[in-house]
């Protein structure tokens, strides 16, 4: 079946560096692609999403890449912050079809 | 508007109980579903409806029922508990089809002993 692969499962960063996370996707017929924040005892956000049409996208320190051709996106985090630790999903969906499948999610440690 | 809730927050059961977990939203959405999180294995879907009166299996369904009465309602049931299904439990909605943004729940903490 379809399945989202999310690689690292942990990531420490020192403040100020930059984070990267990536995901694969199996299902060709994927094309919207959500990142979700959860900190600890919350509930998921969304924190930016990107449609296979766009290739990048960004939202001040928080960007994301589409590569549909090798069925992989990355988000890209610059400048972290403290604030920015929590563990970040990401996910492929379809249009019409409603369902998502996400990874199994990164934990993102920003040292201060 | 409240977006969306649900009941209760902690719950503790023990084998062979049953229980609906409750989600509500008011913000008219169609689209509504039921996840469950585990360590390490992310969010996975277990039911999901697209309307009222409409419902469909999401990657893990077994031991949970579901129902969808109204828009604003999709209570999730446990059949008959078993400690496999201690996790935490997401309900989430989003506007339509057109894969807008999923809003969450605060979440249920369900403990089976």
């Known amino acids: 079946g379809e399945n989202v692969e999310q690689h690292p499962s942990t990531l420490s960063v020192q403040e100020g560096d930059s984070a990267v996370i990536k995901c694969t996707y199996s299902?060709?017929?994927?094309?919207?692609f959500p990142w979700y924040k959860q900190e600890l005892g919350k509930r998921p956000q969304l924190i930016i999403d990107i449609r296979s049409n766009v290739g990048e996208k960004k939202d001040q320190r928080i960007a994301v890449t589409l590569n549909k051709t090798a069925k992989h996106f990355s988000l890209h985090i610059t400048e972290t912050q403290p604030e920015d630790s929590a563990v970040y999903f990401c996910?492929?969906?379809?249009?019409?079809?409603?369902?998502?499948?996400f990874g199994t999610g990164t934990r993102l440690k920003v040292l201060a | 508007n409240a977006g969306v809730t649900q009941t209760p927050k902690f719950q503790v059961l023990k084998t062979g109980q049953s229980m609906t977990l409750q989600c509500a939203q008011d913000m008219n959405h169609e689209y509504m579903s039921w996840y469950r999180q585990d360590p390490g294995m992310g969010l996975r879907l277990i039911h999901y409806s697209v309307g009222a009166g409409i419902t469909d299996q999401g990657e893990v369904p077994n031991g949970y029922n579901v129902s969808r009465s109204t828009t604003e309602d999709f209570p999730l049931r446990l059949l008959s508990a078993a400690p496999s299904q201690t996790s935490v439990y997401f309900c989430?909605?989003?506007?339509?089809?057109?894969?807008?943004?999923?809003?969450f729940g605060p979440g249920t903490r369900l403990t089976v002993t």
């Open positions: 299902d060709s017929a994927s094309n919207y």
């Open positions: 996910a492929a969906g379809t249009s019409g079809t409603y369902k998502y499948i």
């Open positions: 989430a909605s989003s506007k339509d089809r057109d894969q807008y943004e999923q809003y």
